[in-house]
């Protein structure tokens, strides 16, 4: 069975990252690179068991997939939370092992929180042996698979 990394970049999230690590149940492996933040965001981090790294000045957000446990890497931002239909596909992979060779990754759905509208479609779970990327989630790749399920974006209070 696979094991899947969850890899989060945050700073001064500290507000919004316990209901994201909440959702994570899927996740065997939970990794934060922290940019500095000021406040307890960290703290938080750690409550859940994740491990934290502190992001290092001139290093490309996606290279932190090497410090994942599984090869599997779930790339998430704070203010994201999987919806129980996507844990429930997740674990549901999870069991029903891939093929090896057979995609370099999935695509998610994402949707607004606030009013439930389709927001876009990205590759959030990534096979870290066959794709590299520079930014905090991978460039769009056309044909990928679809997971079931969403990821709810919570835009900050205003």
Same mark, same amino acid.
């Given at each position: ?67 994942? +446990?599984?090869? !599997? ?5 704070? @203010?994201? *939370?999987?919806?129980?239909? =996507? /844990?429930?596909? &997740? #674990? ?37 042996? +066959?794709?590299? !990327? ?5 460039? @769009?790749? *056309?044909?990928?698979?679809? =997971? /079931?399920?969403? &990821? #709810? ?6």
């Amino acid at each position: 069975m696979p094991g899947i990394s969850a890899l989060i970049h945050t700073c001064n999230d500290e507000r919004r990252l316990g209901r994201t690590l909440e959702t994570l149940r899927p996740c065997d492996e939970i990794v934060i690179v922290d940019h500095a933040s000021e406040d307890g965001t960290v703290k938080v981090a750690r409550d859940y068991g994740a491990k934290v790294i502190p992001a290092v000045t001139g290093v490309q957000n996606g290279a932190y997939a090497n410090d994942c +446990k599984h090869d !599997w890497v779930l790339c998430l931002q704070p @203010a994201e *939370s999987l919806t129980e239909a =996507l /844990e429930a596909t &997740l #674990l549901e992979w999870k069991t029903n092992t891939p093929p090896k060779g057979t995609t370099a990754g999935y695509a998610v759905r994402i949707r607004s929180s606030e009013n439930g509208q389709a927001i876009c479609q990205e590759l959030r779970l990534v096979n870290r042996t +066959k794709l590299n !990327w520079q930014g905090i989630s991978p460039e @769009a790749t *056309s044909g990928l698979p679809v =997971l /079931e399920g969403d &990821l #709810l974006r919570f835009e900050p209070a205003a």
